[in-house]
């Protein structure tokens, strides 16, 4: 490293990157002394103010030209030609800011700020030769001795404008942490605190930006859109971010990604504008920079591509070369992301201190341009001057302070470096941050100390915005979004219409104005951009195979499932008690089924049921009546009271098997059947058998079986055999309860409310038990049907158990095979069918004889050829 002494109030010494210039060193015999000289110098245009703290700034002022390589002669230094009035006015909203730092007493107080400022010409190699002669000063000789000549070093430098330039200058300076501050450069990659350490920026990155896009996308529903891009760090990384925040967010989808050559290659152009138009976006996002963005749009007028969107990063939002009548008529309507603005009061007066002088140079020494040449380039684009302009009474760009937006980062940017030298010079003895709690010192700061203070720069602007760094370099971001309105005059102006930051509580939070904004468009509305339209409820989405993800099919839900309201990749299938609509939409709980008493069915058999029971207490009515007539006293009037009452029971318990089941309904109603028809057929079974005993006691020597079947015996039979059903439905019961069971096997949207029998077996034993009965009794009512009385009843026993078996027998295959409640509808059929073949044929010839033919009810009619019983 060479140290270098430079004359301040108290000398100080600044270490002096030894990578900067390369020196020819020879010794005193070959030289006049012990010397280094440079081995070459480039010859910068700059401008420069000394101070006793230095700072630098890269600007570009002019267009270069490529110098001749032959290397058949000494190379010559590359010519800077034209004229950039924005980049002249930003050099000089540097040399302001400092003029107002040095009047200001409360910051960096007996300290004067000074500058040097270099033109980059828009060349890599030159924008990179003028940062190492600012980061170790120019001198045509370095004499070994205590004595320097030349520019001092800088402590910090604002710029460079471009993000390819800085990637290269900060790879370099960062190894020796020389602070630099950009005011344009948006490449994300330069957050990369690795590989840039000392890399500042007052311009938000492209990784905020292409958020604020992302967010505008989102704002107007616009989920597919083109993507063009320079062919250079900037682009290049606005693309991959843009994809990388696209897949992570799903807000969108790329319909194309395209590189504009840096040539002007017409084919390439007119390919990719043939992409734009046959693609159906309808929104495009252009990365680019305003120089190149003509020959993209030459090629979209000369193929007349209308009806699109544009969206245009902050290089050339405000660009007034591409807001011509030319192409107006297909930019109009442009959204642009755009520098935040801000105010500088009394710049435009600075900029108006600057007169051509066409015989020395300006007292300023301003030799980054020729001022007359700037003069008549301004006024007339270059035309020959006549010494006598003044840009005061002229329209021009350079004055024109209502719009400052790159000259507020500059602003910004100077003002940081001042505050951070400021906090660092404020500082105490013996509580610094460095080591030894040492401060640094005005005679011996090295660059990372600024770097130190830099990262933790905290100020507001005149203009109240926030400035302040984060971990990774970068500034508290904020845009405004801005719109190009094409008057009915033809002229054009471009308006703030919101504004995208960054919340700490709410990331990206974006502010539009939507009634300020012009849309280029017959309805005057944003335009619909999407591969393809959002599926309707009850659809879900079906990705095109080899196709973005915005672009896809919209199927039917199918049955039981709606649209899922976090993924619309899938459908969600509905509760268990619930069933999607006819619309897929939502879901409806399912329709209930059960035997009601509401529905036609149910009213039917309930009708049916309380028929029988009225009936069977009409024919009880008769026979109470006509109990002393022979053929109610013939007939065991006892037992044909007690078939009656369970006969009426049974009618009674079919009601059971109606209306929603229940626990207490589950288990009553077999119970209630089974012994209710149990002990109905138990007295059908002791009447047959009373009557084979009366039978057998007709002949000689069978009166002895008579006693068996006296009134105690029949009653105790009846109960005895009742008992043994009781005892059946009690074990069913305690083992295996019927319980209420929520059906959906039969219908899946509908849920059949049923009886589960809990134990098959118990609900066969009890029917198998009926059955027993049922057939011993058709046994011996066939037997004796021949009896020789005139109303021999075991005719009538044998056809009423003949249609009890038929009636039960045709019950089990249908009620295994009838779902839901049709099962209970069959039950109920079979009881009461059952139940009126019973009460029909063993009451009905008895009624009939009583009411209609009382003639027939006397004892010799009854007892006819028969023994009277």
Not at 242 to 267: I, R
Not at 646 to 668: E, V, Y
Request: aromatic share 10%.
């Amino acid at each position: 490293m060479i140290k270098r002494n430079i004359n301040l109030s108290k000398p100080r010494v600044v270490p002096l990157p030894s990578f900067a210039f390369i020196y020819f060193c020879c010794p005193l015999n070959y030289c006049f002394s012990f010397s280094c000289q440079l081995q070459g110098q480039f010859h910068l245009n700059e401008m420069h103010k000394a101070g006793d703290l230095v700072l630098g700034g890269l600007f570009q002022v002019h267009f270069t030209s490529i110098p001749d390589l032959s290397f058949t002669s000494q190379p010559q230094q590359p010519t800077c030609h034209g004229v950039y009035v924005l980049g002249f006015k930003l050099a000089q909203t540097m040399a302001f800011a400092i003029d107002e730092i040095n009047r200001n007493s409360n910051l960096l107080p007996n300290v004067t700020l000074g500058y040097t400022l270099y033109d980059n010409c828009l060349e890599l190699g030159i924008g990179f030769r003028g940062a190492l002669s600012l980061a170790s000063g120019q001198e045509d000789q370095i004499v070994v001795d205590d004595t320097c000549v030349g520019n001092p070093p800088v402590v910090g430098i604002v710029g460079d404008s471009s993000s390819t330039n800085s990637i290269a200058i900060s790879n370099v300076l960062g190894l020796y942490r020389v602070p630099m501050v950009s005011y344009f450069a948006t490449c994300s990659c330069l957050s990369d605190r690795q590989k840039y350490p000392s890399f500042f920026r007052t311009i938000p990155s492209d990784a905020f930006q292409v958020r604020a896009m992302i967010q505008i996308l989102k704002h107007f529903g616009w989920t597919w859109a083109g993507l063009i891009v320079i062919d250079d760090d900037y682009g290049l990384h606005a693309a991959r971010s843009f994809q990388s925040e696209l897949s992570v967010s799903g807000e969108g989808c790329l319909a194309y990604t395209e590189v504009l050559p840096w040539d002007k290659d017409t084919d390439e152009l007119r390919r990719i504008v043939n992409v734009m138009k046959k693609s159906t976006a309808r929104v495009v996002i252009v990365f680019e920079i305003p120089s190149r963005m003509i020959s993209l749009l030459e090629e979209v007028v000369r193929q007349n591509v209308t009806g699109l969107q544009w969206i245009a990063s902050e290089a050339w939002a405000e660009s007034a070369v591409l807001q011509t009548p030319h192409f107006m008529p297909y930019l109009g309507g442009t959204l642009g992301i755009t520098i935040r603005r801000g105010e500088i009061p009394g710049l435009r007066e600075f900029l108006l201190q600057i007169h051509p002088d066409l015989h020395h140079n300006s007292s300023y020494g301003n030799s980054l341009v020729r001022l007359e040449h700037f003069y008549c380039w301004v006024e007339g684009g270059g035309a020959i001057c006549t010494g006598q302009e003044d840009l005061g009474n002229a329209d021009t760009e350079y004055l024109d302070i209502s719009n400052l937006r790159p000259e507020y980062n500059v602003y910004k940017a100077v003002y940081a470096l001042a505050h951070s030298l400021d906090d660092m010079l404020r500082c105490k003895p013996g509580r610094g941050p460095f080591s030894g709690d040492s401060c640094a010192t005005l005679q011996s700061l090295e660059p990372w100390q600024l770097v130190y203070y830099m990262e933790r720069v905290n100020f507001t602007t005149p203009s109240g915005d926030q400035v302040s760094f984060d971990e990774n370099g970068d500034v508290v971001p904020i845009y405004d979004v801005i719109n190009w309105l094409w008057l009915p005059d033809g002229s054009t102006k471009v308006q703030n219409v919101g504004e995208v930051k960054r919340s700490a509580f709410k990331g990206e939070e974006l502010i539009l104005d939507e009634d300020k904004i012009f849309w280029n468009f017959e309805s005057k509305k944003p335009p619909r951009s999407v591969c393809s339209e959002g599926c309707p409820p009850g659809t879900h989405m079906v990705r095109r195979k080899r196709e973005p993800e915005c672009c896809f099919d919209c199927i039917p839900c199918s049955e039981g499932k709606i649209t899922n309201k976090s993924s619309s990749l899938e459908c969600t299938s509905c509760p268990e008690d619930f069933w999607s609509n006819p619309q897929r939409d939502h879901c409806i709980p399912k329709k209930t089924e059960f035997l009601s008493y509401h529905d036609p069915l149910g009213i039917c058999l309930t009708t049916t049921s309380l028929l029988g029971t009225f009936i069977c207490a009409v024919v009880l009515g008769i026979f109470i009546y006509h109990r002393t007539t022979p053929i109610v006293r013939a007939n065991n009037s006892e037992l044909s009271f007690q078939l009656l009452l369970s006969l009426k029971l049974c009618f009674l318990c079919s009601l059971l098997f109606i209306g929603r089941p229940r626990m207490w309904t589950c288990q009553l109603r077999h119970a209630a059947f089974g012994i209710s028809f149990v002990l109905c057929v138990s007295c059908i079974l002791v009447k047959t058998m009373v009557v084979l005993a009366v039978f057998k006691a007709s002949k000689p020597g069978g009166g002895a079986s008579l006693k068996w079947f006296g009134a105690m015996q029949q009653r105790g039979t009846v109960l005895f055999l009742t008992a043994i059903q009781a005892a059946i439905c009690t074990t069913w019961l305690v083992s295996s309860s019927p319980t209420p069971h929520k059906n959906t096997q039969y219908h899946n949207d509908k849920i059949v409310y049923e009886c589960a029998v809990g134990s098959t077996v118990g609900f066969a034993v009890l029917l198998g038990y009926i059955g027993v009965l049922a057939f011993l009794s058709c046994l011996i009512a066939f037997l004796v049907r021949n009896l020789p009385d005139s109303f021999n009843e075991a005719k009538l026993i044998t056809f009423s158990m003949l249609i009890f078996c038929a009636v039960w027998v045709a019950f089990v295959p249908a009620y295994v095979s009838s779902p839901g409640n049709l099962a209970d509808a069959v039950e109920v059929f079979a009881i009461l069918a059952s139940s009126f073949g019973l009460l029909i044929t063993l009451f009905g010839p008895k009624c009939y004889i009583i009411l209609l033919r009382p003639e027939m009810n006397t004892k010799k009619a009854v007892m006819g050829r028969g023994i009277v019983s």
